[in-house]
């Protein structure tokens, strides 16, 4: 096994088992997060036939920020948002609002991994690899926790059920969004790192806040 390889892989696998261990109070079944992961790897095959079609649109050549907002960022998240609401959403192991972040994130992270593979073996070779495992791999995580923060709401909120869920899909697609207009007129690009680490203080406030609130926690103590 080479350190390309390594380098590659990797890292959404471990942030994905951070995240996991993160999960305080109630562990989710371990088949369940492997096939979250999964999916999230075989929903980069539509996604991507969606992005080749939006590549060739003209529109959107035309427009960078709107082929950020919405020839990827939205096409990415959405694939991401429709494997979440579609598997573990329904889940009885869906039981308290952290599980809709784990969830989230692990799905992002294997979307992200198949995405790492096809960018480091087609384009860059190991240094491309380490610098998006401090860039896009944590980035794709942070997407995910924000999305799956608002779904955990939306889990346990019938009321609201529709206006949380796609308050967290438009929150992920608005800061992958942004995260990826600046690489992509490659101009501020401390800009794309502000994102980053503004996204990633906001994923551990929503890490803890749905800690705190989770109800198997006082059966813990």
């Known amino acids: 096994m080479d350190l390309t390889f390594i380098f590659t892989v990797a890292p959404p696998i471990l942030i994905a088992y951070y995240i996991y261990q993160k999960d305080l109070y109630d562990k989710e079944p371990g ?10 790897v075989l929903i980069a095959i539509p996604v ?3 992005e080749l079609f939006v590549i060739y649109t003209e ?3 035309q427009n960078i920020f709107l082929f950020s907002l919405l020839g990827v960022a939205l096409i990415e998240e959405g694939g991401k948002f429709f494997v979440l609401m579609k598997y573990p959403f329904k889940l009885k192991d869906f039981n308290e609002p952290y599980d809709g972040i784990l969830y989230s994130a692990v799905i992002g992270l294997g979307f992200a991994t198949i995405e790492n593979i096809l960018y480091v073996y087609n384009s860059g070779g ?5 610098g998006r495992m401090i860039s896009a791999i944590p980035a794709h995580a942070a997407f995910g926790i924000l999305m799956g923060y608002f779904v955990g709401l939306a889990k346990f909120n019938l009321n609201n059920r ?4 796609i308050t967290g899909l438009i929150v992920a697609t608005l800061t992958h969004c942004l995260y990826n207009y600046f690489l992509f007129i490659n101009k501020y690009l401390i800009f794309t790192v502000i994102i980053l680490i503004v996204a990633l203080y906001f994923s551990k406030i929503a890490i803890k806040t749905h800690q705190q609130n989770s109800p198997f926690k006082d059966q813990k103590n």
């Open 31 to 40: 088949k369940v997060i492997v096939k979250c992961f999964l999916y999230g």
């Open 59 to 61: 529109i959107f050549a």
């Open 48 to 50: 991507a036939i969606l």
């Open 126 to 130: 190991i240094d491309l690899a380490m």
């Open 162 to 165: 529709n206006r949380l869920a």
